[in-house]
């Protein structure tokens, strides 16, 4: 083996550990980068040869195979998986809180305490019916049941409107991470093909693809080329190649599936108005459609359902009774004549509005200790009317309550549980691809060593030649 041979396996080994030093230095340097895997060098010695004059045979150095990337697609998987349950659990948890603040009655008189306060006023009216101040207090107390009627629809429908405009947002940024995916898988492919190992590009594709994941149900799956192919569960593919669907939201009327009337459809660019509103599951869009379409529009349903019942059944007995100036077929609410938005509907009548003495407790006309009205009516907080009649308004109204702060509890619990999981699986990730800066300072130092070593080699063959130069002169 001659002398020059030996300088190109010192130099080899430079190489060797310059690789290695400029792999370890950019891991350094994204030790805080979102998604990023640690990269290490492959090394493979160079193919002995036999040295000359003998049957030896004599190693030439070290080639950097390639620079790979540590990961494992497995647990990637996994935590695709726990970030989109988690991102489910949390847009559900933002939309049930904003709905048990419209319910709460901590802070103030809520509709429960306004319902038996309505009905307290008419029993202090069937106590002393000729009482126009206690007319006043019947009037205030229904004034202020309607009220809470509008505000508690008003305010669901705000956290309804707010959920359309963030289904649009997501939908956005979906089809934005799309795209980002569909360059990436060419970007990559054209790497391979030249032979490079793109471990930064794949690391960002992956990035995109768990970010893509927390908005909906996917699966994932590569093609021949090693392109990543994704579905949406339930709808089609999203990400073939170079073809890429979109998304879109378009006002529409309702639907027999919960969709109200105005709300936002999902649709794909797979076709012409392709509606995938109901197929989209998990993730933060599968939450928030689930809320709107479902918790929510039960809540005002429920909601609308009393106000109709409480508007319907009072007004049946009060149209009854005698005023103080002995009329006969005033209304205390305005008729409502449909169950649909009846808490956005119900009112006062004109009449109880104009004047108090429209406020019937009598039974006959000409009756001043007449109370047999004012007594039916505030029998009725007692009755089960609500629900085919069996349950009455107050049990009614509490259900609702219960059902909220019941699914709001239901979900945290998911929340800290996927919350665990998720940190469990981010760990063991961070295990596995993770950046740690004391394993790759004392990397640093060995291939500086290396990097030293390989120089030495290179220094001593430069000797060996000018002691041979020496002796020839």
Do not use: C, W
Not at 41 to 69: C, F, N
Not at 108 to 119: H, T
Not at 319 to 326: A, H, K, L, Y
């Amino acid at each position: 083996m001659g002398i020059p041979n030996v300088m190109n396996t010192g130099r080899s080994g430079m190489m060797a550990a310059k690789t290695a030093i400029a792999t370890t230095g950019h891991n350094v340097a994204n030790v805080n980068t979102e998604g990023y895997s640690r990269q290490r060098v492959q090394l493979s010695s160079q193919a002995p040869h036999v040295a000359r004059g003998t049957k030896i045979m004599v190693g030439h150095g070290a080639d950097v195979s390639r620079v790979e990337r540590v990961n494992d697609e497995y647990i990637g998987k996994q935590l695709r998986n726990a970030e989109r349950d988690l991102a489910h659990a949390e847009e559900k948890d933002v939309v049930l809180k904003q709905a048990e603040d419209i319910f709460n009655e901590m802070n103030g008189e809520g509709m429960n305490r306004l319902i038996s306060r309505f009905f307290n006023e008419f029993r202090k009216l069937s106590n002393d019916p000729d009482s126009e101040a206690i007319r006043q207090s019947v009037r205030e107390a229904s004034q202020a049941l309607v009220n809470d009627f509008h505000r508690v629809r008003r305010e669901l429908i705000d956290v309804r409107n707010h959920i359309d405009a963030r289904i649009e947002g997501n939908a956005l940024e979906a089809n934005s991470l799309a795209d980002q995916i569909k360059e990436l898988n060419l970007k990559i492919k054209s790497a391979e093909i030249a032979g490079a190992s793109p471990n930064d590009l794949l690391d960002k594709r992956d990035e995109a693809l768990r970010k893509l994941g927390s908005f909906m149900e996917l699966t994932m799956h590569k093609d021949k080329d090693g392109a990543y192919i994704v579905d949406v569960v339930g709808v089609g593919p999203l990400v073939a190649g170079p073809t890429v669907e979109r998304f879109s939201v378009f006002r529409s009327p309702a639907d027999d599936q919960g969709k109200p009337e105005g709300a936002f459809d999902l649709a794909t660019s797979a076709s012409s108005r392709s509606i995938v509103t109901h197929q989209i599951k998990g993730g933060k869009m599968g939450a928030l459609l689930d809320a709107r379409d479902h918790t929510l529009s039960v809540m005002l349903t429920r909601l609308d359902d009393l106000a109709y019942n409480i508007a319907g059944t009072v007004n049946q007995i009060h149209t009854q009774g005698f005023t103080r100036e002995g009329f006969q077929g005033v209304n205390l609410f305005s008729p409502v004549f449909q169950r649909e938005r009846a808490a956005e509907f119900i009112n006062l009548s004109d009449e109880v509005k104009h004047s108090v003495n429209n406020i019937a407790a009598a039974a006959i006309p000409d009756a001043p200790g007449d109370n047999r009205i004012a007594v039916a009516i505030s029998g009725l907080q007692h009755q089960k009317i609500m629900s085919n009649g069996t349950t009455t308004m107050d049990d009614f109204f509490n259900s609702i309550i219960s059902e909220v702060g019941v699914t709001a509890a239901r979900n945290r619990s998911t929340l800290n549980q996927q919350k665990d999981i998720r940190q469990q699986l981010a760990k063991l990730k961070d295990q596995i691809s993770g950046v740690s800066i004391d394993e790759e300072t004392t990397n640093l130092l060995q291939f500086q060593h290396a990097f030293d070593a390989s120089a030495k080699v290179i220094q001593v063959a430069d000797d060996m030649l000018k002691t041979i130069l020496e002796i020839k002169r």
